[in-house]
């Protein structure tokens, strides 16, 4: 399995902006696709944005389109989640997750290596 190391998150006001980032270690990602996930308090974890590492092909939430956004670094290993007009309603646990099987549908939340949660909290 890939191990998975999540930095960013924090307190933001409401209308802010803020960055995650995802390391990749131990494997090399060709074959891996990579999703950011969310889980409040109360909620089961909620898929927002994959990418495939090969190819880049991208799929969006419908909650999220158009304010977040996800982008990679090829040559660390490493993919962004990039928040913008955050609201108090996006205050999670947020997770980097990867997963190599082959046409998986990349909003179920069962990927094979996970990141450690990282706090987002928005205030209103």
């Known amino acids: 399995q890939v191990q998975l190391v999540v930095s960013g998150g924090g307190l933001v006001q409401a209308g802010c902006s803020l960055g995650l980032s995802c390391a990749a270690r131990?494997?090399?990602?060709?074959?891996?696709?990579m999703g950011w996930f969310r889980q409040a308090p109360g909620k089961e974890r909620e898929f927002m944005v994959a990418i495939r590492w090969m190819g880049g092909s991208i799929y969006y939430a419908d909650s999220v389109t158009g304010r977040f956004s996800i982008s990679r670094d090829n040559a660390k290993n490493t993919v962004f989640l990039q928040m913008n007009s955050l609201k108090p309603e996006a205050s999670a646990v947020y997770y980097c997750?990867?997963?190599?099987?082959?046409?998986?549908?990349?909003?179920?939340?069962?990927?094979?290596?996970w990141g450690q949660g990282t706090q987002v909290t928005v205030s209103s």
């Open positions: 997750a990867a997963d190599s099987t082959p046409n998986r549908p990349v909003y179920r939340a069962d990927f094979g290596s």
């Open positions: 131990g494997r090399t990602l060709s074959s891996y696709i």
